[in-house]
């Protein structure tokens, strides 16, 4: 089964077992629209309740990105202090608590919600080119919530994360390789060999076990967060954020004031 729409969306096929979400924006690097994130919430919720499906893998059209980021434009009207960031947790929690096996194949970029993305995922595999990161402190001036902090540091390490957040450089696939967080690298033309044949293993273990086992962390993760909402609140408030979001729009560095 395939279900194809019109970019910018979200693909999904479904072939037996295996089923691929591919976020269809090739024209902006993959970036995701809010329409394109309700429907990604739609479509776990979906396959959340599909007994078939033994694995899901999400990649990006083209070979450019996995995913670049958010859709700047829908900032623009942006009032409701943290609401984006609380919105969209709700979304990535689908993501992170389905019930099966979860693949992020990853080319070319993987920023900001795309990193997010692909560490809500089990597993990645990635080309030795991909470079990923979070460079809000260079683009838009915002910040992440306290549950996708939580979820980046566990898989990550705090001192990786901090390298993203803090001076924004995007971190090359060989390095997150050797720290464990990219189950593997290998060239373009191999790739979707190597993620199939990923996803068959996966495919043929016990399914119970496997969602015990995911869901279960993906729970003590969850657990114990602390309250962050004056912190999201004053940065979505800022002067710096609507600075940040005006100036990637002109196409101009932002000038940021700290206020």
Excluded at 119 to 139: L, N, Y
Excluded at 151 to 159: D, K, N, S
Aim: net charge neutral.
């Amino acid at each position: 089964m395939t279900v194809n729409s019109t970019p910018p969306c979200l693909d999904l096929q479904i072939d037996g077992k295996i089923a691929r979400v591919i976020f269809n924006n090739p024209a902006a690097r993959n970036a995701l629209t809010w329409p394109m994130y309700e429907e990604l919430k739609q479509i776990c919720d979906s396959l959340a309740k599909n007994a078939d499906i033994r694995v899901v893998i999400f990649r990006g059209a083209g070979d450019k990105a996995f995913v670049s980021g958010s859709d700047i434009q829908q900032f623009v009207e942006l009032k409701e202090n943290e609401a984006y960031e609380v919105a969209v947790d709700h979304i990535f929690a689908s993501l992170q608590q389905l019930p099966m096996p979860t693949i992020a194949m990853i080319e070319g970029l993987a920023v900001g919600s795309g990193l997010l993305m692909a560490t809500a995922c089990d597993f990645r595999i990635s080309t030795p080119e991909a470079r990923f990161g979070i460079p809000v402190a260079k683009t838009l001036g915002n910040c992440l919530s306290p549950s996708n902090l939580s979820w980046l540091a566990t898989h990550l390490g705090v001192p990786t994360v901090k390298k993203m957040l803090l001076t924004a450089e995007l971190i090359k696939a060989p390095e997150l390789l050797k720290s464990g967080f990219l189950y593997q690298t290998i060239d373009a033309s191999e790739i979707d060999a190597a993620t199939n044949a990923l996803a068959q293993k996966l495919s043929s273990l016990a399914p119970i076990t496997q969602k015990a086992s995911k869901l279960a962390l993906a729970r003590l993760l969850q657990s114990n967060l602390p309250d962050c909402t004056d912190l999201m609140r004053e940065t979505y408030n800022s002067k710096d954020f609507r600075e940040g979001v005006n100036a990637f729009l002109e196409g101009r560095s932002p000038r940021w004031i700290g206020k």
